[in-house]
C-alpha cells in the first residue's frame, strides 16, 4: 500500500457559494478524524470565490474509499443536490 | 499579511513527462529553502503521468512572488521552454 493525494476540485453555483463552503466545512472534522487520513484541508480561490479545493494525503487507495463510502459524504452530496457547477477529482502520487 | 495556497498544475508534452519532471524536482529544494515557504510539494497524477501539481504554502504573496522572480524558476522555464502544453496557476485561501 502506498500513500494516495487527493486533489478534489468543487466550482460551487455562484448563487450557492456560502451553502457549499458551510457543507464542505462539515466534513473536515469528521474526515481528518478518520482511519488513514494523513491531512484534509480545504481552500478557496482568491480571484474565484466558487472553485473550492480540496488537498487530501491518505494512507492508502483502500482507506480513502472507505471514506468515499461514509455516511458524512453521502449527507453532503445530498445537502448541496443542485448547488455544484463542476466536480473533478484527481488521484495523485506526490514525489517529494 | 496573510498565508497563500498556491496551486500549479503542469500538462507536460507527453514526450516531454520525464524531462519535465526532472526540472520540477530540481525546484524542491531551492525553493524550500527560501524565505516565507512553508511548504512546496510536488505530485503526479496516477491516471494522466504528464499532469503534475505543486501544492504550496507561503507566509505571505510578498515573498511568493520574490519567490517567483528568483533565477531557477526562470531556469526551469528555459529548461522546459517547448515542453509543457498548459500550466495554470491558483491563488487560494486555505479555510481550514
Keep these: 500500500m502506498s ?6 476540485n468543487i466550482i460551487a453555483k455562484t448563487e450557492s457559494i456560502e451553502l457549499v463552503k458551510a457543507e464542505l466545512i462539515k466534513l473536515l472534522a469528521v474526515t481528518r478524524a478518520e482511519e488513514g ?6 481552500h478557496q480561490d482568491n480571484q474565484a470565490p466558487e472553485h473550492f479545493t480540496l488537498y487530501e494525503n491518505w494512507v492508502s487507495r483502500e482507506l480513502w474509499q472507505a471514506h468515499m463510502a461514509n455516511d458524512q459524504l453521502a449527507e453532503y452530496v445530498k445537502a448541496t443536490e443542485g448547488a455544484i457547477t463542476t466536480f473533478t477529482l484527481n488521484e495523485m ?3 517529494s
Design 3 to 8: 500513500q494516495l493525494t487527493v486533489i478534489a
Design 37 to 42: 487520513c494523513i491531512n484534509y484541508d480545504l
Design 93 to 95: 502520487t506526490q514525489i
